[in-house]
């Protein structure tokens, strides 16, 4: 028999492993197997002889041995190596392949990494549908182009350019496609249609979308969620004040960390309420905390055909590699705060976070970070494999292979400047607000 509290225990327990553990370790592990597979699978296409390959670091907890490599689980999961033959002596094996063989073997790894969170995309799209924006209905900023233009709140857009438009991620994409040029755009006002031209400047243009107060995407044990709040449901006021639009409750909600707000919601034709305080979050863009419920904005599914759901897999792994690079690009201008980096204690307080918003939003973390680990690699430090590429440029360069003295020289400077970074990351994470 199972009493009470030991039921609680292991609801506990489970929701530790479930929504702590396993998205931390799952995220971990994937980044690690894709990244040592790459390695792997071009050392064995060019037929070097491959001793190890371990994921994780230390004593082997696991192994096995299949043909001439010995497959481990390590103590310390933290990374993982792949070690060809030759690798550490600096002659036969690795060594015998050509230099562009070496090079590809070394970078396939970070490649693999960047090139997996295609696949991500591609799974969670397909199994979990693409999310777009659904309201064409607009918000007018006063004095701005769409103000002067003409256009007020409340009109709906209905086509550009005489082509439709669907939902508002349509509408934002034939902006940015029209960038400083003239558009007819054709709106909905009380029944009837009213065509406008406008010259799309996007930084000034004033046109959002009129978002209704209704929840979509909870976060499991976030204060929304411990109220009773349910996707679907719509706000109706805080504190006595009506809530109009999602902007509204976003604003309101922000500003009230650590604030007791007395919430009116409609929920499947009735009315509930409840006291909800906001929790702190740290916004790193406007440098303060700020209070969140742990809620998301309603959007709508929409199921592709594969050929549409890879296209959009390859442009947001695009889009994400591309703002990787941009954000360690001012990182190194000063241009954005060394207090960005994240650590170990980073990931985990990320794989937790997205693991109780669901599997769609961990998929998606699980992306992002294999596509960071994958450029962090390819700097050129040594000991990562960007560094090993500039180490095989030099050799190429001054035509002799450096003595086997100075590459261990040359890979402690390397594992001390990561062991550096790795520390300083995690104090970051550490004094995080």
């Known amino acids: 028999m199972i009493t009470p509290s030991i ?3 292991l609801q506990s327990a489970l929701n530790f492993l ?9 995220i971990l592990a994937f980044c690690i197997i894709i990244h040592e597979i790459g390695h792997f699978l071009f050392a064995k296409l060019f037929g070097i002889p491959v001793e190890k390959f371990s994921i994780g670091f230390g004593p082997p907890l696991l192994r096995t041995k299949i043909g001439d490599t010995d497959f481990r689980i390590a103590y310390f999961p933290f990374g993982g190596y792949v070690k060809m033959a030759g690798e550490e002596e600096g002659e036969g094996g ?3 392949a050509p230099l562009q063989k070496r090079a590809v073997v070394v970078i396939s790894g970070p490649l693999l990494n960047i090139l997996s969170a295609v696949f991500v995309f591609i799974l969670a799209f397909a199994i979990y549908g693409i999310s777009i924006n659904p309201y064409t209905k607009v918000m007018v900023d006063e004095d701005s182009f769409a103000a002067k233009a003409g256009f007020t709140t409340g009109d709906s857009i209905f086509c550009v350019n005489n082509k439709k438009i669907k939902n508002w991620d ?16 054709t709106m909905i006002r009380n029944g009837q249609e009213i065509t406008k031209n406008l010259i799309v400047n996007i930084d000034s243009l004033g046109l959002t979308p009129f978002v209704p107060p209704i929840l979509g995407s909870i976060k499991k044990d976030g204060p929304a969620y411990k109220a009773g709040l349910k996707p679907n449901d719509c706000i109706l006021r805080i504190d006595g004040v009506e809530i109009r639009t999602w902007y509204d409750l976003v604003e309101r909600v922000r500003k009230s960390n650590g604030v007791i707000l007395n919430f009116e919601w409609q929920h499947e034709g009735g009315v509930k309420t409840a006291r909800i305080t906001p929790a702190p979050f740290y916004d790193p863009m406007k440098k303060e ?3 969140q419920i742990g809620i998301f904005m309603p959007l709508k599914k929409e199921y592709e055909p594969l050929p549409e759901i890879i296209k959009l897999s390859v442009n947001r792994t695009f889009a994400a590699t591309y703002l990787t690079l941009k954000i360690f690009y001012q990182l190194i201008k000063r241009e954005v705060s060394t207090k960005a980096l994240g650590g170990p204690i980073a990931i985990l307080k990320l794989s937790v976070e997205s693991a109780r918003w669901g ?7 699980l992306a992002l970070i294999s596509i960071n680990l994958g450029i962090i690699n390819l700097f050129p ?3 990562l494999d960007g560094g090993h590429v500039l180490i095989l440029l030099i050799e190429a360069i001054r035509r002799k292979r450096f003595s086997k003295h100075t590459r261990i020289i040359i890979q402690q400077v390397g594992y001390t400047i990561i062991l550096l970074l790795i520390i300083f990351a995690t104090f970051n994470d550490i004094t995080r607000r």
Not at 175 to 183: A, P, R, S
Not at 359 to 365: P, T
């Open 7 to 9: 039921s609680i225990l």
């Open 18 to 26: 479930l929504y702590q553990v396993f998205p931390f370790l799952f």
């Open 94 to 96: 690795y060594y015998d």
């Open 170 to 185: 349509e509408f934002e994409e034939v902006l940015i496609l029209n960038k400083d040029k003239e558009i007819a755009i």
């Open 289 to 291: 905390t700020i209070g």
């Open 359 to 365: 599997m769609e939003y961990l998929l998606g973390l």
């Open 381 to 383: 430090i040594p000991a």
